[in-house]
C-alpha cells in the first residue's frame, strides 16, 4: 500500500511562519511548504531547516517557495502572512494592510488546495478568520483561528511561575476574542486539577489575569522590532497535529460560532474539539453571568472590527 506524507503549506516564512516549520519537522508532522512573497527567503530557510534533519534525525520533504502551485494539495495551511505589531501598535492596528494580504493568501491557497484545513494566525486574529473564511468560501469546520492556545499558555505559566509548579499540571482556559477583551476563566483553570480560586487569593489571580491579556504586548514591548514567535508557532502547530492525527485534543480556538454561545456568525475563541474534520464540535460551557458578560464585550469587539473589513 502506498503510503502519503501529509502536506503542511505554512504562508509567511518570517519569525511565526519559520519557527512553526521547525516545531512540524521536529514532530514530523508532514511534509513542509514554506511560501512567502519574498524571493529567496523561504527557499533559504527551507534549505536550512532540511540541513538540521540529518543532525536532529527528522524525516520530511521541506520547501521554500514563491509559488502556489508548489502548495497544491496541502492538507492544512497555516496562515502567518502579514505585518506584526510594532510598540505601541494595537492588534487591531493591522486591520487593513492584514486583510489585503489575508485576501489574496486565501484566494490562491483555496485555489490549489479546495480540501485543506487552513488555519490562520495573523492579527488582528478573529478578524482575519472571518476574511479567509470569506474569501476561501471553505465550510465553517475548516477554517480555524490560533488564539486560545496561546493565550491559555500564557496564563498556564504565569500561574505556574507565580506558584512555583511544573507548567505540565497547569491546565487553563481563555475564552473569546484574541485582543485586549479576551476572557481567561480562573475557575476553569486548574493545578493538577485544583481550581485556581483554592489556591490563589483574588488580587493575585487578577494580576495574572490582567498579564495574561497583556501577554502579546509585553513581548512587543521587550522585542521592539517584532512581535511573538516561538508561543505562537508552537500552538499552531499543535491544532495542526491534532486534526493532522484526528487527536481530537480540545482547545480553546477562534472557531465559527452562530447560535453557539448566541454569538451569531462570527469567529471567536470558543473550546472546540480539533480532529481529522477540522473544528468537529463546539463545546458550550454554562458561564457567570460576570462571564457572560466579559465574553459579549469581547464578541462586540470583533462584531465591530468585522465590520469594517470590505471583502
Ligand atoms: N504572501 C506571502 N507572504 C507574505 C505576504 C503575502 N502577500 N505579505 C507578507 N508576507 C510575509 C512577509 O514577507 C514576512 O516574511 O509574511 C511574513 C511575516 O513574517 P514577520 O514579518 O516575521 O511576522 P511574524 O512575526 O511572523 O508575524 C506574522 O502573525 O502573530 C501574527 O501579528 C502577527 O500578523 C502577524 C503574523
Not at 494566525?121 to 465553517?140: E, I, Q, R
Not at 512555583?164 to 476574542?177: I, P, T
Not at 502579546?216 to 500552538?235: D, R
Not at 480556538?253 to 480532529?275: I, M, Q, S, T
Request: overall charge negative; aromatic content about 6%.
Amino acid at each position: 500500500m502506498a503510503f502519503k506524507r501529509n502536506k503542511i503549506t505554512i504562508v509567511g516564512a518570517g519569525f511565526v511562519g519559520a519557527t512553526a516549520a521547525h516545531w512540524a519537522a521536529i514532530k514530523e508532522l508532514g511534509d513542509i511548504c514554506l511560501i512567502d512573497i519574498i524571493e529567496g527567503m523561504p527557499q533559504g530557510k527551507a534549505l536550512d531547516l532540511a540541513e538540521a534533519a540529518p543532525v536532529e534525525g527528522y524525516n520530511c520533504e521541506i520547501i521554500g517557495t514563491n509559488n502556489y502551485e508548489d502548495t497544491k494539495d496541502s492538507d492544512i495551511v497555516i496562515i502567518t502572512a502579514g505585518l506584526p505589531r510594532k510598540p505601541g501598535m494595537s492588534r487591531d492596528d493591522l486591520l487593513e494592510k492584514n486583510t489585503a494580504i489575508v485576501k489574496a493568501v486565501t484566494e490562491q491557497i483555496a485555489k490549489y488546495s479546495p480540501n485543506a484545513v487552513l488555519i490562520v494566525v495573523s492579527n488582528p486574529l478573529d478578524a482575519m478568520v472571518y476574511v479567509a473564511h470569506k474569501v476561501s468560501g471553505f465550510p465553517t469546520n475548516k477554517v480555524l483561528g490560533m488564539a486560545g492556545v496561546l493565550d491559555a499558555a500564557r496564563f498556564r505559566t504565569f500561574i505556574a511561575m507565580e506558584l512555583d509548579v511544573s507548567v505540565e499540571d497547569v491546565n487553563a482556559f481563555v475564552l473569546g476574542g484574541h485582543g485586549d477583551s479576551m476572557v481567561p476563566l480562573p475557575r476553569y483553570s486548574t493545578v493538577a486539577g485544583i481550581p485556581l480560586p483554592d489556591l490563589l487569593p483574588p488580587d493575585k489571580i487578577e494580576a495574572l489575569v490582567d498579564r495574561t491579556r497583556k501577554g502579546g504586548g509585553e513581548i512587543v514591548s521587550l522585542l521592539k522590532t517584532g512581535s511573538a514567535f516561538f508561543a505562537p508557532s508552537a500552538s499552531v502547530i499543535a491544532m495542526a497535529e491534532s486534526i493532522l492525527k484526528d487527536q481530537k485534543r480540545v482547545f480553546p480556538c477562534a472557531a465559527y460560532c452562530d447560535k453557539e454561545y448566541d454569538v451569531g456568525g462570527y469567529f471567536v475563541g470558543v473550546p472546540v474539539k480539533l480532529g481529522g474534520n477540522g473544528v468537529e464540535q463546539v463545546i458550550e460551557i454554562k458561564l457567570t453571568p460576570e462571564e457572560k458578560e466579559a465574553f459579549d464585550k469581547s464578541v462586540e469587539a470583533v462584531r465591530q472590527l468585522v465590520k469594517k473589513i470590505n471583502v
